[in-house]
């Protein structure tokens, strides 16, 4: 469609840019595509054609894939990237629905454009009947909510993740909910420009206190072309720590400064698999964060003592703070560099009965991947050589570019190095509220491998 003819009866205010912009001065802006335009008409109204492609979540133009690799996305992989893309029939405008079509023109599927990002379409539904606008958006936040409810995950008093990006066919969007908080982190420029739909959906599913907005403008986003500053987007911010309760656990977590959104909710199932497999041990944990798989241990696994180590001073601070806070006064939280520290306790002969590594993600990229699996191997090797005979070693990876077998060699070559038998007891991945989608294995990035080192 020209131009000149989509322009007119395009809603100002409607596209994302202009929407990030306003939600910061208005907090109780209108459903997107419901504001008011008071410019008077400059040009006669479009034909019913074009008319119909200004409603709320119709596509302004089509996108039609190279020959050959239509394949992907027939098969619901929601990534179009620049380099799929064989033309453009219309000038969409960043943030405008587009459909997807073969070269040929054969729909495929309904997305959301964006020129500043390589991932330049992202699919959000695969029928072509289906508009993209607030009420779509709800039954998608709704159908995710309903999963957490079946996992067992509703309850107030708790943490659970609402909203998975891809994982939950909402690319882009990630929801955890810390008691009657909601936290949001947004990496799609779709998703930004319609945070008042999802909001709004979000208060009438959850009827939350208030909803942040976390992390927005780092690593990913950045990609998108997305400048989203940290802010309180409905209600209000908790004052001082959520508490949320974990079985017989309870954290304190930190919604403004902490890290991610404030917890790992990720390894929730890794920690107490580990802690069955505590008692009477002496742990050491480290890059601990607020003490997570730490605490789990010695009070839930009934680990001996525990060392926690993060190289963060809030990290520590908060896993003292939650230690305290259940009772474990069995561990002891220092702040050291994790490389470091443990080779000066290797030096000093220190023995562990298990050791438990969740490094930050060292690859960042695919080109990475080398340099991140000589620094996995290097502190495995490491935790192996602390470990008695019998010991339990928990090694985890949050690089989603190093692959789940890329990890498993790794652990096999630190066998080699010191021949020890390192016997996998469970190779786990990320918490049940963390759902994968089958058709976009990037999704998956979370290894946990436990082991028994002979
Ligand atoms: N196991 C934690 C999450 C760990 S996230 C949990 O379950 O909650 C990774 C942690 O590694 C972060 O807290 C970060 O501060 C820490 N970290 C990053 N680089 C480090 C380094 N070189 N030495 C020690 N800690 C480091």
Known sequence: MPEGRRRPGRKPGTGPRHDAKDQRHRSDSAPEGRRRDDRPPVEP???????????????????????????????????VLDTAIDRVEGTPADGDVVDLATHEGRFIARGIWNASSRLRVRLYAFESDVPLDAPFWRSRIDAAIALRRTLGLDDRSGAARLINSEGDDLSGLIVDRYGDHLAIQVTSLAMAGRLDAICDALEAAVKPAGILLRGADRGLSKLEGLHLPDRVIRGTAPEGPVFIREGSLSWGVDLTEGQKTGFYLDQRENRRAAALLARDRRVLDLFCYSGGF????????????????????????????????????????????AFGRIDSLAAAGEKFGMVILDPPKFARSRGAIEEALRAYHRINRVAVDLLEPGGILVSCSCSGSVSRDDFLEMLSAVAQRSGRQIAMLECRGAALDH???????????????IARVA
Do not use: M, Q
Request: net charge positive; aromatic share 6%; hydrophobic share 45%.
């Open 435 to 449: 759902p994968v989608s089958a058709s976009c294995l990037e999704g998956e990035y979370l290894k946990c491998v």
């Open 294 to 337: 730490a605490v789990t241990c010695a009070i839930t696994g009934s680990a001996r003592n525990v060392l926690a180590v993060d190289g963060s001073a809030k990290a520590t601070t908060l896993a003292r703070a939650n230690a305290d806070f259940n009772g474990a006064a069995n561990v002891t939280v220092e702040t050291a560099d």
């Open 45 to 79: 109204p479009p034909p019913p054609a074009a008319r119909a492609a200004d409603e709320p979540g119709l596509p302004t133009a089509t996108v039609l894939v190279k020959a050959k690799r239509a394949r992907p996305f027939f098969g619901r992989h929601p990534w």
